[in-house]
């Protein structure tokens, strides 16, 4: 059965690295989102992509954050600049439609020092 | 800000009964919900979902209810299964920004043997 893959399975960085989540959507998929969640919190959506743009992205998706398919498979987050607050587990979900079911890959547990 | 709430942190189950997860919002423009279920160190998984022109939507042993009026909707599994522990996930998503989902906090389902 397809899945999303994540990698890596866990980062650790110190504050002020940049870092790039990596994430392998479904192969027919053309939706794709990353979200994270903070230990102990909500999961919270972080932005949405679709034809090679951002469709839509939340408060906490700042001049920081930016996403990028740089190839027909790939799907990427970057944290330019990272700070402590961004400890959490980011989730790359994919989707065929703009409305139908979103699949998570397996996180990737990010820890700023 | 929580549009989608679960107010039962956990739930504990004697195996082979029922278990009914519970899910409030408050957006009325919410049109599609989802549950999905996580085990730790893993992405969600997608279990079932819900238009909201239904009330009702079955598979297999889960099946989801949907009361608009009260702005509810609720998972029932039957019977629960050990396997069943986990964490479970209340989402929704509105037509206008149907991008992302809104996430509930999840309730923690223990299913005693």
């Known amino acids: 059965e397809p899945e999303v893959t994540q990698t890596p399975s866990h980062q650790v960085t110190q504050m002020g690295q940049e870092v790039i989540l990596r994430c392998v959507p479904i192969s027919n998929h053309l939706y794709f989102y990353w979200y994270r969640q903070i230990l102990g919190q909500k999961v919270e959506f972080l932005v949405s992509f679709y034809n090679n743009e951002i469709s839509e992205k939340s408060e906490i998706f700042d001049d920081q954050f930016s996403v990028e398919r740089p190839d027909g498979s790939n799907f990427t987050l970057k944290i330019r600049s990272t700070k402590l607050e961004d400890s959490a587990m980011y989730f790359c979900?994919?989707?065929?439609?703009?409305?139908?079911?979103?699949?998570f890959g397996p996180g990737t547990r990010l820890t700023v020092l | 800000d929580q549009q989608v709430k679960q107010n039962s942190p956990s739930l504990s189950v004697q195996e082979g009964r029922i278990s009914i997860l519970n899910c409030d919002y408050t957006?009325?423009?919410?049109?599609?919900f989802l549950w999905y279920k996580k085990y730790p160190a893993e992405g969600p998984t997608f279990l079932i979902s819900?238009?909201?022109i239904k009330d009702k939507n079955e598979d297999g042993r889960f099946t989801v209810f949907l009361n608009k009026s009260a702005k509810h909707l609720s998972l029932h599994i039957v019977p629960s299964q050990p396997g069943d522990s986990a964490v479970y996930f209340c989402?929704?998503?509105?037509?206008?920004?149907?991008?992302?989902?809104?996430w509930g906090a999840g309730t923690k389902l223990i299913i005693k043997p």
């Open positions: 989402a929704a998503s509105d037509g206008d920004s149907n991008y992302q989902l809104i």
């Open positions: 819900i238009s909201s």
């Open positions: 957006n009325s423009m919410f049109d599609y």
């Open positions: 979900a994919s989707g065929s439609g703009a409305t139908d079911t979103q699949y």
